[in-house]
């Protein structure tokens, strides 16, 4: 199977999060769809140079949702460039889970399409608990199974219980706010069994 990396918001650390896996196991990258100057893409070449880079289904210029965005240029998104019959991927999308990329087609759906489980990304801000579980809700009433989740910054010990006590997932890992060098983070947090069990 492969990892779909897919966050309760937008900046929720899912690039981070892709960067580390991809740092930490032989594996390919998928950015599904890049909106935006941003590149992603970028990012793990620069903090995972060995891994091979699958290039973007579409790159749009506009900041926006696949969907916007595409409207904005005229684009039609063709959902078959979206799936995938490979395996030991780790795929990023882009946004939340209910983020329009086409007509009756969002970004939970392109989950489903890729063989995946999903990687639940979150920032701890208020408001986490509720993104959390609503994420997870959505992926359950898809039957798409779940790796677990990822809290990008600091969290107390209480909000991590309540977490996992509602959810039924398991916090795999508390990750810092976002640094400009990533390698020494890398280097200093070791991967989950229940990550790397999944692309092996």
Known sequence: MNIFVTGTDTDAGKTTVSAWICSKIHTKYWKLIQTGNDSDSEVIRKFSPSTEIIPEAYRLKAPLSAYDAANKESVTIDIEKLT???NRIVIEGAGGVFVPICDNFLMIDAIKCTNSKALVVARSKLGVINHILL?????????????????SGNIEENIKKTIEKFSGEKILAILPEQQSD???LFE?????????????
């Open 84 to 86: 995938t019959a490979e």
């Open 182 to 184: 990533l390698r020494p």
């Open 135 to 151: 994420t997870l809700f959505a992926l359950k009433s898809k039957n798409i199974p779940i790796v677990g989740i990822i809290i």
């Open 188 to 200: 200093s947090t070791p991967l989950p069994s229940e990550i790397s069990e999944v692309l092996l």
